[in-house]
Every structure is written in C-alpha cells, then in structure tokens.
C-alpha cells in the first residue's frame, strides 16, 4: 500500500509570488492533516480536513489556505509569500473510526521562500 | 491549554544499549492519544508508536516501549537494543479529543555511537 505522497518535494519561491503544495493521503484515508515546521516554532498545526471539510484550523493568517477534493487528495496554498514562510510543510492522513486514528506523514515539502 | 515537553535537546546512546526519551504533558481532557514519532534527517515523520489515555497496559511495539504514568502525566519512550539507524530527531505528540490535530513537543535528538 502506498504511503502518503507529497509534491513537490522541494520548492524555491521569492517573496511576494504564492506557492500550492499537493498531498495524497494512504488508500482508504479521509482525513488529511498539515503541519509547518521551522527551527524556531517546531511543529505547528495548519489544518485539519475530512470529507472535503476543514473541520480545524491552526493559528495561521489568511494567507495560508487549503482544499480537500473528493478524492481526499489536498491542496495546501500560501499567497503572498514571506521570507518566514520557508519551512518544511508536512501533510499526514489517517483512517477515521478507530480508537488510535494514527496520522502517517507524508516525505513533506521543502518550501524555501527568497 | 494541552501541552507537551521534551527537556532533553540532545542525547547520546552507544550500539547495543537501551535508551530513554523524556515526555511529559499537560491536558484536562480525560480522553487523549499520545504519539512517538521518529523524524531523520530526510524529513519524514515516521509514527513509532501510540498510547491511549484508558488503555491499561504499555504500549509495545517491536525494540519501542512506552513507559505510560498517568498519574505523573508522562509518557517516555524506551529504545531497546540501539541500532545505528535510530540516530534521528523523536517527538512526543497529543491528539486532542475528537480532532486529528497534533500537538508536538520540541523533540530530542539522538545519536547512536558505535
């Protein structure tokens, strides 16, 4: 069974354009999650998304956004880029119903921002 | 708030020796998940193991054990045997109830020496 993919792996951007980040979570997954991670904030949540409905959302600006398509693949998108956005963007999935619901992480998306 | 910490920034285990990662948390939810996950320097967030808050004994699987004391609220991860290979950053994560959001300690980074 396929892991959780994520493109592109790696992106280079400057500031100002806007970047979209594609995720496709495990065969059978409903639920997709994404994450940033930087040196100075560690691991933070983006948000949540279920049966193309974000069901949570992190303490994020407007600028970040995301979509889940009928396929739960999803889209993470940030507009406007800042030189603070550069991070790793880690999306994760998992099966809904069971009492664990394990999130399995994607290889993430290296976002560099110039 | 539900919050994690990991006090060890760094620790170092030799080949063949067994090892001790820290992690505490903070919750007023009775009903909570919490996670290991290894992260090397790929990038990746590789799911090692879960332990629900009701479950009676420690979770175990394969060389990871949890040592899971409720009372003290803290959920330390044992790596038996060491292999060369678990050289990596570990979280400890918290899944708050009725969400997929995760919630992240700082990590440890640990090195295996031969």
């Known amino acids: 069974k396929a892991g959780v993919t994520q493109t592109p792996r790696y992106l280079i951007k400057t500031r100002g354009q806007q970047v979209t980040l594609s995720c496709s979570p495990i065969?059978?997954?409903?639920?997709v999650s994404w994450y940033q991670q930087t040196p100075g904030q560690g691991l933070q949540f983006l948000f949540e998304?279920?049966?193309?409905?974000?069901?949570n959302k992190g303490n994020f600006p407007g600028r970040f956004s995301g979509r889940q398509f009928s396929n739960s693949r999803s889209e993470m998108n940030v507009s406007t880029l800042e030189l603070g956005d550069s991070a790793l963007y880690l999306c994760?999935?998992?099966?809904?119903?069971?009492?664990?619901?394990?999130?399995?992480f994607g290889a993430g998306t290296r976002l560099s921002v110039l | 708030a539900q919050k994690i910490t990991q006090t060890q920034p760094g620790m170092f285990v030799q080949e063949k020796e067994a090892v001790t990662l820290d992690c505490t948390y903070d919750?007023?939810?009775?009903?909570?998940?919490l996670f290991w996950y290894k992260q090397p320097s790929s990038g990746e967030m590789i799911f090692l193991i879960y332990?629900?808050?009701?479950?009676?004994q420690n979770a175990t699987e394969g060389r990871y054990s949890l040592n899971f004391q409720k009372a003290r609220k803290s959920a330390n991860l044992v790596i038996s045997a060491s292999q060369l290979g678990d050289s990596a950053m570990y979280f400890c994560?918290?899944?708050?109830?009725?969400?997929?959001?995760?919630?992240f300690g700082t990590g440890t980074r640990l090195q295996v020496f031969p």
């Open positions: 994560a918290m899944r708050e109830r009725n969400t997929d959001k995760l919630i």
């Open positions: 998304y279920f049966s193309e409905t974000q069901r």
């Open positions: 065969s059978g997954h409903r639920s």
């Open positions: 919750t007023s939810d009775p009903s909570y998940g």
């Open positions: 994760a999935s998992s099966l809904q119903g069971t009492n664990e619901n394990i999130q399995y």
């Open positions: 332990q629900g808050s009701y479950d009676q």
